[in-house]
């Protein structure tokens, strides 16, 4: 029992704890339900309907909980918050804070997150793909610059336990096989441009820019270089950095992606580029998974498989940039402190909750590979039981990052316009290498 709340006083093994438990329960309902001899379409998960978003909907917002067209949302919102109050709080309870504290405050945020991803889902803000990530932050910033976060809310508002065991469930959807859907065009794309922006931009932010910070300067690199807020929140980990550190990467690079999902595209047609080359391009620079296939998808079918798939393999340097950041920064940024340099020092500061990650994506990419009917195995343990679970936690996270920013506060890191500089010129950058090596191998 020690143990065990020992493990749980840890974010990043409570979110490989909670993560990796959903993942196997749902794909071992899935496995234990399996018909015989059943066709690719009747593979279901015992958990479909038990946790849902709010629908879509035009001018009547009940729509999104409560529609003759669709199943009944309520049950699954239900099921979503009954999920998270019960493992979260089990966690909070574990580490000797108030349960019912907790549960109260849970129940404002869950209500909070409820907002913005019913503002998501209505039909014209959803043509324009405007993710619930940026209707979370917006509300919690909201809040938080106008009338503070209220002490009652703040037992809920842990930011890094949401987003860490969100980010485990989303290993399960990067799939190794993805890698050979595209083969060295993909590789090339996703593992030979991204490093090198990563290096040159720290280096300039350094070297060039005089950032002070470290940290930010690191976040940021990482952030627009790799697959945004995913990588953002590992690296900050790896590295130690500051919450509002954190914070102030991942506000850029929501910003930036709004611009770049609507700007690309037109980009691509205005340069004339094949399907291939543009959804290269836009699956390579473009942070949300959701924005690129939003993206992708304007310039055509074969451009959003693209754009999308190279996303995913780019997803796959979460783990690697996050150990290489944290053997980096023991060798090299704080070899004149009182830290000394060693393998249990690196081990400390990896974030551990990427192990779940890369876990998560072993276990699925060998049942889709190996498994007969790996490939709906796959979907329904995913699309049918964890996903919608995924979607609630990250909401949860940016509501929360929000709700814990001020504004005043996140000046002091501004550094004179220095971070928004980096990211501009960094993405700059990326989009040069990434069109340039784009052409090149497709």
Not at 5 to 34: E, F, M, P, R, Y
Not at 307 to 329: D, M
Request: proline share 3%; hydrophobic share 55%.
């Amino acid at each position: 029992m020690s143990r065990l709340k020992s493990i749980l006083a840890s974010d990043d093994w409570s979110a490989v704890l909670i993560g990796g438990g959903l993942l196997t329960v749902s794909l071992l309902l899935v496995t234990a339900t399996l018909p015989e001899a059943a066709s690719d379409a009747a593979i279901t998960n015992p958990l479909d309907g038990w946790f849902a978003k709010p629908g879509k909907w035009e001018s009547n917002p009940v729509a999104a909980l409560w529609s003759s067209a669709r199943d009944n949302e309520l049950l699954g919102i239900g099921g979503a918050f009954a999920a998270g109050l019960v493992l979260f709080g089990a966690v909070v309870a574990a580490r000797g804070d108030s349960w019912a504290a907790f549960a109260k405050a849970f129940a404002g945020l869950f209500a909070l997150g409820l907002l913005a991803l019913m503002i998501t889902s209505q039909a014209a803000i959803k043509a324009y793909n405007l993710e619930y990530a940026l209707w979370a932050l917006a509300i919690g910033l909201a809040i938080s610059n106008t009338v503070g976060l209220p002490d009652w809310l703040r037992p809920a508002a842990r930011t890094e336990l949401y987003i860490k065991t969100g980010l485990v469930l989303y290993g399960a959807k990067v799939l190794i096989g993805e890698l050979y859907q595209l083969g060295p065009p993909g590789l090339a794309v996703a593992w030979v441009v991204t490093p090198v922006v990563l290096i040159t931009t720290y280096w300039f932010g350094q070297r060039v820019l005089g950032i002070e910070s470290k940290t930010l300067n690191m976040v940021i690199s990482a952030d627009m270089s790799v697959c945004g807020v995913s990588a953002a929140i590992a690296t900050a980990s790896a590295c130690r950095a500051k919450q509002k550190e954190l914070t102030l990467a991942i506000s850029i690079s929501l910003l930036f992606t709004v611009v770049m999902m609507i700007l690309l595209p037109m980009a691509a047609v205005a340069l004339g580029l094949s399907e291939e080359v543009g959804g290269a391009w836009i699956g390579g620079t473009i942070d949300s998974t959701g924005a690129v296939v939003a993206s992708g998808q304007a310039l055509g079918e074969r451009a959003a498989t693209v754009a999308i798939t190279i996303k995913l393999i780019q997803n796959l340097l979460i783990g690697l940039t996050a150990f290489g950041v944290a053997v980096y920064w023991v060798r090299f940024v704080d070899r004149d402190s009182d830290v000394k340099p060693s393998l249990w020092e690196v081990w400390t500061r990896f974030p551990k909750f990427v192990i779940g990650f890369l876990g998560a994506s072993l276990v699925f990419s060998m049942v889709q590979a190996w498994a007969p009917g790996g490939e709906s195995i796959v979907n329904a343990a995913l699309k049918q039981g964890t996903e919608p679970l995924r979607s609630w936690f990250f909401c949860l996270a940016f509501v929360s990052i929000g709700l814990e920013s001020n504004f005043r506060e996140l000046a002091h890191a501004i550094d004179g316009g220095k971070p928004l500089v980096l990211y501009v010129c960094g993405q700059s950058l990326n989009l040069a290498l990434t069109l340039a090596m784009a052409s090149l191998v497709f």
